[in-house]
Nanobody, 126 residues
Framework: QVQLVESGGGLVQAGGSLRLSCAAS????????MGWFRQAPGKEREFVAA????????DYADSVKGRFTIARDNAKNMVYLQMNSLKPEDTAVYYC???????????????????WGQGTQVTVSS
C-alpha cells in the first residue's frame, strides 16, 4: 500500500504561483510513476502532469506546458507541482496519484494509477 497526502493549495490571483507537494509513505520503493490530476466542479478529472519515479522523465497536459513543472525528491518520497502564471481556469481540486505497475495505459490516464491522495483545492481569482 502507498499513502499520499497533498498540501500547498490555496487562493491566488491570476498570474501568481503556487507549489503543491505530495508526500508518499508506505511501500514507496514500489512506486513506478506519479502524477497530478485535477477536477473542477462539474467536470471530469483531467491529467496535469506525470513523472517517472526512477528516471525523472515527465509528461504534461498541453494546457499547462510551459507554466507547470513536476519534480520529485526520491530521498524524501515527495513529488511537487510548481504552478506559475496561474489562470482562473486552473481552479480545481488537485490530486496526487501513484502507480506501482511497470506497464499499463498512458500516464495521462487516471486508471493508470492505483493510489490517490485526498486532494487539495487551488483557486485562482481573476
Amino acid at each position: 500500500q502507498v499513502q499520499l497526502v497533498e498540501s500547498g493549495g490555496g487562493l491566488v490571483q491570476a498570474g501568481g504561483s503556487l507549489r503543491l507537494s505530495c508526500a508518499a509513505s508506505g511501500r514507496t520503493f514500489n512506486i513506478y510513476a506519479m502524477g497530478w490530476f485535477r477536477q473542477a466542479p462539474g467536470k471530469e478529472r483531467e491529467f496535469v502532469a506525470a513523472i517517472n519515479w526512477s528516471w525523472g522523465t515527465n509528461d504534461y497536459a498541453d494546457s499547462v506546458k510551459g507554466r507547470f513543472t513536476i519534480a520529485r525528491d526520491n530521498a524524501k518520497n515527495m513529488v511537487y507541482l510548481q504552478m506559475n502564471s496561474l489562470k482562473p481556469e486552473d481552479t480545481a481540486v488537485y490530486y496526487c496519484a501513484a502507480t506501482i505497475n511497470y506497464s499499463g495505459s498512458s500516464y495521462s490516464t487516471a486508471t493508470r494509477y492505483e493510489y490517490w491522495g485526498q486532494g487539495t483545492q487551488v483557486t485562482v481569482s481573476s
